[in-house]
Nanobody, 120 residues
Framework: QVQLVESGGGLVQAGDSLRLSCAAS????????MGWFRQAPGKQRELVAV???????GYADSVKGRFTISRDNAKNTVYLQMNSLKPEDTAVYYC??????????????WGQGTRVTVSS
């Protein structure tokens, strides 16, 4: 069993930066593909960024060049650095994990979410 706890959300202005963190319980964090989803009001949940067990990354087109995902296996933590935030980035951001190299669209575990609000 893995528990994921997100932190770092908040209210910021357009153009600002935020860093989200996701702390995972357990001793097998390095065996999980990790990633971040988000869900904006009235919209479906979408995949934002992924990082494999080997450190390979992938991003949604809407955040490419602005967001950076990283992981620290020693700290059992995955991060999402968000720069040049836009109002359309406003959403609840969820950390997710899949046992295996790569996060899937049906993760094994979810965090509770952290809210990001970007004002114009």
């Amino acid at each position: 069993q893995v528990q994921l706890v997100e932190s770092g959300g908040g209210l910021v202005q357009a153009g600002d930066s935020l860093r989200l963190s996701c702390a995972a319980s357990g001793r097998t964090f390095s065996r999980y593909g990790m990633g971040w989803f988000r869900q904006a009001p009235g919209k479906q949940r979408e995949l934002v960024a992924v990082i494999s067990t080997g450190g390979n990354t992938g991003y949604a087109d809407s955040v490419k060049g602005r967001f950076t995902i990283s992981r620290d296996n020693a700290k059992n933590t995955v991060y999402l650095q968000m720069n040049s935030l836009k109002p359309e980035d406003t959403a609840v951001y969820y950390c997710a994990a899949t046992l295996g190299a790569v996060l899937t669209t049906s993760p094994d575990y979810w965090g509770q979410g952290t809210r990001v609000t970007v004002s114009s």
